[in-house]
Every structure is written in C-alpha cells, then in structure tokens.
C-alpha cells in the first residue's frame, strides 16, 4: 500500500474519531449549548430547523439551503454560536430528542429508531451510543427511576 494512501486512510479516521470526540462534548454540554439565551432569529431558525427534522436528521447542506446560507457560512455561525460545527449540532439535537422520547414513553426501541427516522435498529443504537456514550436500552434503565415514563397509545 502506498504511503500517502495510508497517511490519508489514518486521517480520515482521525477526523471521524475528532468529530465522534466533539460530539461526545456537546451531548455533556447539551443544556448549555442548545438552550442558550442570546438567540438571534437566525440561531432560532438553526435549532427549530435540527428540532424537527421528519425521517432522520437533515444534512448540514439542507439546513444551509433553508436558511439561506452557503455551508461554509452556516459552519462558521454555528462554531460561533455553540462552539460546535454544524453537523455535530445536527447530531446532539437529534440524540436530545431521541433521549426524550426515551425517558418519557415506553414504547420498544424499534418504534422509537423508527419514528426517529432509522431504518434498522442497529444504526439507532451504533448512532445513540456514538453520542452519548451508552446505548438507548442503558440509558433508558439507568434513568428509569429518576423520570416515570408515558405508557404509549395504541
């Protein structure tokens, strides 16, 4: 294998282990970050844009379009604003809501990967755990007796 190809493979991996770390951060930060109190309209228009996102969370590019923004111009606000690339803003939003959901019903995890836009259970739990650290199923018990939870409709 050529040497360059194998510095640039090891980079790549590099960057997603980095991406992984910040998101790690912003899910501990969470409260601070998304629910700041200096919100310009365009800052609120960002969060209402992540928050209810139908059938998974929409690309950095689709947010950027949206709010009339290019990508670059909408990464160096959200940096700004949270200290976080968009992306990753995308991603700790969608874990909060999922997080939510989690506490505050109980319905089965396949329901909730599904009504959160996840076509197998597998990439709901890879992607819950990647953020927050632990899987739906854990965070969910670990916090049971802390938050009684909803019974689901039928």
């Keep these: 294998m050529h040497r360059a190809f194998r510095r640039r493979v090891a980079s790549t991996g590099e960057v997603t282990r980095n991406r992984d770390r910040s998101a790690r951060r912003a899910w501990y930060e969470r409260e601070q970050v998304l629910r700041s109190n ?9 969060a209402d844009r992540a928050a209810a996102r139908a059938g ?4 950095v590019q689709e947010v950027a379009i949206d709010l009339h923004l290019s990508p670059r111009r909408l990464r160096q606000l959200c940096t700004g604003w949270f200290g976080f690339p ?6 700790v939003t969608a874990c909060d809501s999922i997080a939510r959901e989690l506490l505050e019903t109980e319905s089965p995890l396949k329901d909730i990967a599904r009504r959160q836009g996840f076509r197998e259970p597998a990439a709901f739990n890879r992607f819950f755990k990647r953020i927050t650290g632990e899987s739906p199923g854990r965070y969910r018990a670990s916090r049971a007796s802390r938050t009684p939870p909803v019974k689901p409709a039928t």
């Design 38 to 46: 200096e919100d310009s309209d365009l800052q609120r228009r960002f």
């Design 56 to 59: 998974g969370i929409p690309s």
């Design 86 to 91: 968009p992306k990753v803003m995308l991603e």
